[in-house]
């Protein structure tokens, strides 16, 4: 079975400040992995996702992140925030094994951007 | 540009109502889902279908039914709605080639 943690459910950070969302994950077999924003009072949208290659992959608004196999990692980084970065982010693994029936997300991290 | 469309957005229910979100999507993809999401324990996945015909139980199915008639349409039925019930449903699509999801703009329903 597959497994997300996000280790911070709350992240402050000033405005032009960089920042960095944690997730690590769990699983015996190779994963795709995704980060999710959520906009208040919207649904989900993708702001990511990794499913071979590059370790580095960049997504939308500024936003990269950086699978680490070894650490089981796949941390959310922007180097300057804006307001309008406030959301909730969701880090979510597919076990390659199921064909991406079943996406487990994590708990979630919500960043507030201070001005 | 309808994507996936939930309705209705609001429901209040009280204990033993019965009732069904309804879901469509226009993007003609095969898979689709219902999570729920309560605070503190992100998305949970209720049930799934990969196409017409097709449904399957995902981590929280108790107190749900779904059916799959045709490619477009999901609907999620609550028989008997409980307090338990009482969260925001999102239903999503997924792209084949991305295992992408696509997102409904959720329904938030409360049981009373």
């Known amino acids: 079975a597959q497994s997300v943690t996000q280790l911070d459910s709350q992240v402050p950070v000033f405005e032009e400040a960089p920042v960095e969302l944690r997730c690590n994950y769990s699983s015996s077999v190779s994963v795709y992995l995704f980060w999710y924003v959520q906009y208040p009072n919207q649904g989900l949208q993708l702001l990511l996702k990794y499913l071979s290659g590059s370790t580095l992959v960049k997504g939308i608004n500024g936003f990269e992140a950086e699978f680490n196999k070894s650490q089981t990692s796949f941390h959310l980084r922007k180097p300057s925030v804006h307001i309008s970065d406030t959301a909730e982010y969701f880090c979510?693994?597919?076990?390659?094994?199921?064909?991406?029936?079943?996406?487990?997300f994590g708990t979630g991290t919500r960043l507030t951007i201070i001005p | 540009n309808a994507g996936v469309t939930q309705t209705p957005k609001f429901q209040v229910l009280k204990t033993g109502q019965s009732m069904t979100l309804q879901c469509a999507q226009d993007m003609n993809h095969e898979y689709m889902s219902w999570y729920r999401q309560d605070p503190g324990m992100g998305l949970r996945l209720i049930h799934y279908?990969?196409?017409?015909?097709?449904?399957d139980q995902g981590e929280v199915p108790n107190g749900y039914n779904v059916s799959r008639s045709t490619t477009e349409d999901f609907p999620l039925r609550l028989l008997s709605a409980a307090p338990s019930q009482t969260s925001v449903y999102f239903c999503?699509?997924?792209?084949?080639?991305?295992?992408?999801?696509?997102f409904g703009e959720g329904s938030r329903l409360t049981v009373l």
């Open positions: 279908s990969v196409g017409a015909g097709i449904t």
């Open positions: 979510a693994v597919s076990d390659l094994n199921f064909g991406n029936e079943k996406l487990t």
């Open positions: 999503a699509s997924r792209s084949t080639g991305t295992g992408e999801l696509f």
